[in-house]
């Protein structure tokens, strides 16, 4: 592409033609580019990708059957969940739209121009699908994660470091889908480097400062749940149980630092088509995982459900308070009806009771 491709409307239509329709990148020596019928990966993509949506899918309707069967009432944070979840299934659409049309795990060089801008327009709206599930799903697991450990109304280490967790999330999504749209003028060149006009600046940047931002938060809603769950009054068995379900998170960390190692990968190639693939599957990894992370408190108390449409018992009273704050500093206040999310010796238990201990600073 020696000549400028924003400039490519100024030659004769046959050069133009011959331009869109060739490689999108010149090919290694050696190599002839094979345009008709590329090598691809679309199988292991679609395996891969469908064996995530199902998972995703299964929590999500286990937390809608909670919300709608067990408690017959949906927070906020449900509401936010669900509108996160129609993007993920958003972010499904144009990656089949992907796998369909182009291909996954095809080289550029036996993709034509045509072809590779088609390519970037889907990467564009994915892009946005998938910021605006981060965005939505680490608010609300946070948000969850005060509700569950601290009682209403308290102000402690946890609750200031989740809420500026949430500030910093929401604040960089809100930036980068900004910066997605306005890296070039017209707003077409932001996916579409043929069209004449200017470019700002690299909308690639923000792909590598994304994931290492997510990595640095996948971090925070992996380890603050465990501090609290380790002082809480229960038996050990069902201190661990409770730990491993919070401990999916390590998935989340897992999925965000591979998805950073591919964005680098991608930020420093030329085979952009090529480099996309591992990232986008990566992507899809980590909104699975911050979706299992939110419903998954909520998995116990769905499949306590039997026959009679009645849960299992418990062998705590319902008055009774499932644990208690083993902080030496923290008092009993009598009658002070503080509310915390209580947490069932039998599974992870999410309804608010009056409780006469509170949590220690």
Same mark, same amino acid.
């Given at each position: $592409? ?8 100024? =030659? ?11 490689? @999108? =990148? ?27 949506? /199902? ?14 069967? *067990? ?12 509108? @996160? ?48 599930? $981060? ?12 509700? /569950? ?5 308290? *102000? ?62 996948? =971090? ?6 465990? *501090? ?16 491993? %379900?919070? =401990? ?5 960390? /897992? @999925? ?8 680098? /990968? ?9 480099? %996309?693939?591992? $990232?986008?599957?990566?992507?899809? @990894? ?55 999310? *209580? %947490? ?18």
């Amino acid at each position: $592409m020696a000549f400028p491709p924003d400039q490519i409307h100024t =030659l004769p239509l046959e050069q133009q033609e011959a331009f869109f329709n060739g490689p @999108a =990148l010149a090919p290694p020596e050696g190599i002839i580019p094979n345009l008709e019928h590329p090598p691809n990966q679309n199988a292991l993509t679609h395996a891969v990708t469908a064996i995530l949506f /199902i998972l995703s899918t299964a929590f999500a309707a286990l937390q809608a059957f909670t919300c709608i069967v *067990r408690k017959k009432q949906a927070k906020w944070t449900d509401y936010v969940a669900l509108l @996160a979840y129609l993007f993920f299934v958003g972010y499904i659409i144009v990656t089949y739209w992907l796998i369909v049309t182009q291909g996954y795990f095809v080289h550029q060089w036996d993709m034509s121009v045509r072809t590779f801008l088609d390519l970037l327009l889907i990467v564009h709206i994915a892009s946005h699908f998938y910021s605006i599930v $981060m965005a939505a799903m680490k608010t609300v697991i946070l948000v969850e994660w005060i509700q /569950i450990f601290v009682p209403r109304g308290t *102000r402690n280490g946890f609750v200031y470091t989740s809420w500026v967790a949430i500030a910093v999330n929401l604040t960089f999504y809100i930036i980068a889908i900004i910066l997605l749209n306005v890296s070039a003028r017209p707003y077409r060149r932001n996916f579409n480097f043929t069209v004449p006009g200017v470019t700002h600046f690299n909308s690639s940047t923000t792909i590598v400062a994304g994931a290492a931002i997510n990595v640095v938060l996948d =971090l925070v809603i992996l380890v603050i749940p465990q *501090r609290i769950i380790w002082r809480l009054k229960m038996k050990k068995a069902k201190k661990i149980g409770v730990s491993l %379900i919070f =401990l999916i998170g390590i998935l989340g960390c /897992i @999925a965000g630092i591979c998805r950073l190692a591919y964005s680098i /990968i991608f930020f420093k190639s030329q085979d952009i088509s090529y480099a %996309i693939p591992p $990232m986008s599957l990566w992507c899809i @990894a980590e909104m699975t995982c911050a979706i299992i992370i939110y419903c998954a408190p909520s998995v116990p108390r769905a499949l306590k459900w039997n026959q009679k449409g009645e849960t299992t018992p418990s062998k705590a009273s319902a008055n009774t308070p499932a644990y208690s704050w083993s902080n030496p500093e923290a008092s009993s206040t009598p009658g002070s009806g503080r509310k915390y999310t *209580r %947490i069932d010796e039998i599974g992870v238990h999410l309804g608010d009771i009056s409780s006469q201990t509170r949590l220690g600073q």
